[in-house]
């Protein structure tokens, strides 16, 4: 049985990216209107309406506009939003699969789902479980550093750094930016892991197109109980045992060392999350490396469909 896909927002660098992984896929039918009718509500209304998958790849108003303009008697059409418009919503499910044991069923039975944004993502592995199991109090004064490609800005930043030549100096380096602290990632990333305050968020883009690596401080002698690195990475491996995408590093792995550094790229072209662990009994170093277009993004959203669908969650996506 064919079911239908319509990507509202189609060329933009999700939608792009999720077409791709679809096209070509047996049972997907992706439905298209014509350029010149994108921005016409009502031809957009009929695919959204006659649709069984919807994905909004929009910026967060038209992703509001375009949720809207399914009817209400519509039992048939499920959407899945990339947006940040919907992640705090009450009435939307959160499409991070590995969140905890019961998250599969709720985004299987969902009718909308959101996908968790990139920088969330990582920051929601790391800390989530140890908030709930009461190892990092919620009142605990987290901070969180990320370095992302540029893709995760968009068309706009992508054509920026691809077609700038030369390249000017103030882009050639890795650059921090949402210096107001207020960065759009925030209020899930305080949500879903239960914390009292948002945590003090610092983002990094640098001169690469994509791949990811979120970093999160511990201080040992502030937690409940005094854990050292190996601890945690123990508990991480009992939590995340099983699932397919999430892998717990050794710290000394061949893997993470690459001569002593961890570059952010190596997950890039799978919806793989690799956690590691690294530090000393008095500081601690959590970090979780991915593909900002994977996992991130595209991937989470096409494995939340897959659940959606009742097919292998893996379907389409590599490890």
């Given at each position: 049985?064919?079911?239908?896909?319509?990507?509202?927002?189609?060329?933009?660098?999700?939608?792009?990216?999720?077409?791709?992984?679809?096209?070509?896929?047996?049972?997907?039918?992706?439905?298209?209107?014509?350029?010149?009718?994108?921005?016409?509500?009502?031809?957009?209304?009929?695919?959204?309406?006659?649709?069984?998958?919807?994905?909004?790849?929009?910026?967060?108003?038209?992703?509001?506009?375009?949720?809207?303009?399914?009817?209400?008697?519509?039992?048939?059409?499920?959407?899945?939003?990339?947006?940040?418009?919907?992640?705090?919503?009450?009435?939307?499910?959160?499409?991070?699969?590995?969140?905890?044991?019961?998250?599969?069923?709720?985004?299987?039975?969902?009718?909308?789902?959101?996908?968790?944004?990139?920088?969330?993502?990582?920051?929601?592995?790391?800390?989530?479980?140890?908030?709930?199991?009461?190892?990092?109090?919620?009142?605990?004064?987290?901070?969180?550093?990320?370095?992302?490609?540029?893709?995760?800005?968009?068309?706009?930043?992508?054509?920026?750094?691809?077609?700038?030549?030369?390249?000017?100096?103030?882009?050639?380096?890795?650059?921090?930016?949402?210096?107001?602290?207020?960065?759009?990632?925030?209020?899930?990333?305080q949500k879903v892991t239960g914390l009292a305050e948002p945590p003090l968020f610092t983002p990094i883009v640098g001169n690469f197109?994509?791949?990811?690596?979120?970093?999160?401080?511990?201080?040992?002698?502030?937690?409940?109980?005094?854990?050292?690195?190996?601890?945690?990475?123990?508990?991480?491996?009992?939590?995340?045992?099983?699932?397919?995408?999430?892998?717990?590093?050794?710290?000394?792995?061949?893997?993470?060392?690459?001569?002593?550094?961890?570059?952010?790229?190596?997950?890039?072209?799978?919806?793989?999350?690799?956690?590691?662990?690294?530090?000393?009994?008095?500081?601690?170093?959590?970090?979780?490396?991915?593909?900002?277009?994977?996992?991130?993004?595209?991937?989470?959203a096409i494995q939340c469909m897959n659940i959606m669908l009742g097919v292998d969650e893996t379907t389409g996506l590599a490890a």
């Amino acid at each position: 049985m064919s079911c239908k896909v319509f990507i509202d927002g189609r060329h933009g660098t999700t939608g792009l990216e999720i077409d791709a992984r679809l096209s070509g896929r047996a049972g997907i039918e992706i439905l298209s209107i014509p350029e010149a009718e994108l921005r016409d509500p009502a031809a957009r209304a009929i695919r959204l309406n006659e649709a069984d998958i919807v994905f909004l790849c929009l910026p967060d108003a038209a992703a509001r506009e375009s949720a809207a303009l399914i009817r209400p008697d519509n039992a048939r059409t499920r959407v899945l939003d990339p947006s940040t418009a919907h992640r705090t919503h009450p009435d939307w499910v959160y499409g991070l699969p590995e969140l905890d044991g019961g998250q599969r069923e709720r985004i299987k039975e969902a009718r909308r789902v959101t996908v968790p944004g990139c920088h969330a993502s990582g920051f929601i592995l790391l800390t989530r479980p140890l908030v709930a199991a009461g190892l990092l109090p919620t009142d605990y004064p987290v901070s969180a550093s990320s370095i992302t490609g540029y893709s995760g800005g968009g068309m706009d930043m992508i054509a920026t750094y691809e077609t700038s030549n030369p390249l000017p100096d103030t882009m050639q380096s890795p650059r921090v930016y949402a210096l107001g602290l207020t960065h759009k990632h925030l209020p899930e990333m305080q949500k879903v892991t239960g914390l009292a305050e948002p945590p003090l968020f610092t983002p990094i883009v640098g001169n690469f197109k994509q791949g990811m690596t979120v970093m999160v401080p511990l201080f040992p002698r502030l937690l409940p109980k005094r854990l050292l690195p190996a601890d945690i990475e123990a508990f991480y491996r009992e939590y995340y045992a099983g699932e397919t995408f999430i892998k717990v590093m050794s710290a000394d792995s061949l893997e993470a060392s690459d001569s002593g550094f961890l570059p952010a790229t190596a997950c890039n072209g799978t919806n793989r999350v690799e956690i590691f662990v690294f530090g000393n009994k008095e500081q601690i170093l959590l970090a979780a490396r991915f593909d900002n277009l994977g996992k991130g993004a595209s991937g989470a959203a096409i494995q939340c469909m897959n659940i959606m669908l009742g097919v292998d969650e893996t379907t389409g996506l590599a490890a």
